[in-house]
Antibody, heavy 121, light 107 residues
């Protein structure tokens, strides 16, 4: 049974880089039909799609984040990662990793539990 | 970007009630509309994809409809475990965007 688990620092200082990893277990990240994505949710607010990446490195991201986002895949570790640079308090959120199992319809059918990242000095 | 709106923003209902939530897109998105349920402290869970397709394992009391710009999520007989926040999401074009959510609580 495929599972996703986010990991990374829970506290990041303003202007620094937020780095998160999502580990895929129970299956391979190398499926040609899957895309792996990041979605965030500020406390008490709604959901924002950050971006998605295929195992081959094709990426789609949200222009609202003004090129601060880098995503990558490590097939040897069955992981994919997110880096968000120049963070501010507005980047404080629960960050979820998620799978798109059908890139024709682009819905997120499998989610990690989420990890809270707080931006504060 | 395609803007998504939902109505109502919240509603109170009783067990057994029929509940309908509406989602509207700022432009036509064909049937590229998905619905999620989120409970406090939990990740969202997919309920309906491509407007009307029930995700495997989701109870049949959930149904979705609509196309173009107007969509609905209906729960035919509300159960205690259905009290949650519901989000729509368009997957017609990037950036994928979510509605602001509809909170369903107990009357």
């Amino acid at each position: 049974q495929l599972q996703l688990q986010e990991s990374g620092p829970g506290l990041v200082k303003p202007s620094e880089t937020l780095s998160l990893t999502c580990t895929v277990s129970g299956g391979s990240i190398s499926s040609s039909s899957d895309y792996w994505g990041w979605i965030r949710q500020p406390p008490g607010k709604g959901l924002e799609w950050i971006g998605s990446i295929s195992y081959s490195g094709t990426t789609y991201d949200n222009p609202s984040l003004k090129s601060r986002v880098t995503m990558s895949v490590d097939m040897s570790k069955n992981q994919f990662s997110l880096k968000l640079t120049s963070v501010t308090a507005a980047d404080t959120a629960v960050y979820y990793c998620a799978r798109t199992g059908d890139k024709g319809t682009w819905y997120f059918d499998l989610w990690g539990r989420g990890t809270l990242v707080t931006v504060s000095s | 970007d395609i803007q998504m709106t939902q109505s109502p923003s919240s509603l109170s209902a009783s067990v057994g009630d029929r509940v309908t939530i509406t989602c509207r897109a700022s432009q036509s998105i064909s049937s590229y509309l998905n619905w999620y349920q989120q409970k406090p402290g939990k990740a969202p869970k997919i309920l309906i994809y491509a407007a009307s397709n029930l995700q495997s394992g989701v109870p049949s009391r959930f149904s979705g409809g609509g196309s173009g710009t107007d969509f609905t999520l209906t729960i035919t007989s509300l159960q205690p475990e259905d009290f949650a926040t519901y989000y729509c999401q368009q997957s017609y074009s990037t950036p994928f965007t979510f509605g602001p959510g509809t909170k369903v609580d107990i009357k």
